[in-house]
């Protein structure tokens, strides 16, 4: 399966929203690294990641959102996830990466 990434910048409340559909895996995770690195070039704000549509994801995919999420801290800013499927929350749960990132 394939990631597509959909993003647009929300001036009303400063933040990137992010839509992830298909699956972030050891493929696809260095796209998701490449979009979310060059939306913090462009503007440093919190990332709001729609999960309505992601159906996968895998240790390297958790990995670059922590990267990313380790950047953020630093400036202030967070990953807000939303929406996540049923298998998506309970990863997070289990790895206790549901603590760290904001869960909408």
């Excluded at 995770?29 to 996968?56: S, T």
């Excluded at 958790?62 to 967070?78: A, D, H, T």
């Amino acid at each position: 399966m394939s990631l597509n990434i959909k993003k647009a910048f929300e001036n009303e409340k400063n933040l990137w929203d992010v839509e992830l559909i298909g699956e972030v895996d050891i493929y696809t995770a260095g796209d998701l690294k490449q979009v979310l690195m060059g939306l913090l070039q462009e503007k440093e704000a919190d990332i709001r990641l729609n999960c309505k549509e992601l159906d996968y994801i895998d240790s390297t995919g958790l990995g670059v959102l922590i990267g990313i999420l380790k950047r953020l801290k630093n400036i202030e800013k967070q990953i807000i996830i939303v929406n996540p499927k049923d298998n998506i929350s309970k990863l997070l749960k289990i790895t206790g990466l549901d603590k760290i990132f904001i869960m909408e």
